[in-house]
């Protein structure tokens, strides 16, 4: 039976940037328990982090250590580098607990070969999770946790007024990301569109400052962490979302959002309605649903759940292990 009571280390081989650096150094924070457990983060030496790394203020609290833990009770992980990083400093440890934090479902999310090693598999999203089950690439049992986000996460007030710019977060599907620019500028209106991935505080600085927000969702299968509509409704700006398959029920059309198919035209008839200044109950009814949502979703409740999971470990990894038979306890 695995001890849980030592060291809980976190491999980031490559820290992930933007917001999927964000919400993983978020759940270090979660392992560490205000002192009550022991972490630690380990990253390659020549690892250099940009200004704007969500990852740097764990660096200056002295979490990063230059040599891995030699014993850990636990190893916390997430994509391919970590896994490799795993068997680099870890040889011949197939019996070390590991837990995998999930914010994907393709090859650079979870790893090559990592489906046959034992971990307890942790999704980030009720998303995630449907599109793994869906896929069924895992034999262990596939645990959920929510994906909240909090005010501190965000920048601070927008002063002055918002302008008329409309927002388009197109990162996801740059096609019809331009071919929404395209119509919303014969509509004569002032557009600002993200076709390759911006760092994270571009993009949240723009969805504080636009006037109305466009999401437009991932290829069918690719899953979202659901940052982006999150943080539009906690900065108070009117959302514009295309619908998703599979439907992770956050956006609500007319609630909280307008959701509307991926469509250029009625992408930009629904970004058009929301400026039109005979539309403010509409953008306000809006406004308000997405902060009623975000108290759902606040990281409180995620932080919760995820202590609950730790301190669940022992079982977690006995059905792990059950499920990889050549591993031994």
């Given amino acids: 039976m695995a001890d849980f009571n030592g060291v809980i280390q976190m491999l980031a081989a490559e820290p992930a940037p933007g917001g999927i650096g964000l919400k993983l150094s978020q759940f270090f924070r979660y392992a560490a328990a205000e002192g009550q457990r022991q972490v630690q983060l380990w990253m390659p030496p020549h690892t250099r982090l940009p200004a704007s790394s969500p990852w740097l203020p764990l660096l200056d609290e002295g979490f990063l250590k230059t040599q891995p833990h030699p014993n850990p009770a636990l190893l916390l992980l997430s994509d391919a580098a970590d896994w490799q990083a795993a068997q680099r400093l870890y040889p011949d440890r197939d019996n070390l607990p590991k837990l995998q934090l999930l914010w994907g479902n393709d ?21 995630v999770a449907e599109a793994l089950r869906r896929s069924g690439r895992f034999s262990e049992p596939l645990q959920t946790l929510p994906v909240g986000l909090d005010p501190q996460d965000l920048p601070g007030p927008l002063l002055g007024d918002r302008g008329d710019q409309v927002l388009v977060l197109a990162s996801a599907n740059p096609g019809l990301g331009l071919a929404l620019q395209q119509q919303l500028r014969q509509r004569q209106l002032n557009c600002l569109c993200e076709v390759t991935p911006w760092p994270l505080q571009r993009w949240m600085g723009a969805l504080r400052d636009a006037a109305v927000a466009v999401v437009l969702a991932p290829a069918v299968g690719q899953p979202s962490l659901g940052l982006h509509r999150l943080a539009a409704m906690a900065l108070r700006t009117p959302l514009v979302a295309e619908e998703r398959d599979p439907d992770d029920g956050l956006c609500r059309d007319g609630i909280n959002s307008l959701v509307r198919a991926g ?49 669940q470990l022992s079982q977690h990894w006995q059905e792990a292990i059950h499920c990889h038979p050549e591993v031994k306890p």
């Fill in 263 to 311: 469509d250029p035209v009625a992408l930009a008839n629904a970004a058009a309605a929301l400026l039109d200044p005979a539309n403010a109950t509409l953008r306000t009814r809006l406004v308000d649903g997405g902060l009623a949502t975000l108290v759902r979703h606040r990281r409180a409740r995620e932080r919760l759940e995820f202590n609950q999971l730790l301190e």
């Fill in 107 to 127: 090859l650079r999310c979870w790893g090559h070969g990592a489906r046959q090693r034992a971990a307890i598999r942790v999704a980030l999203g009720a998303s």
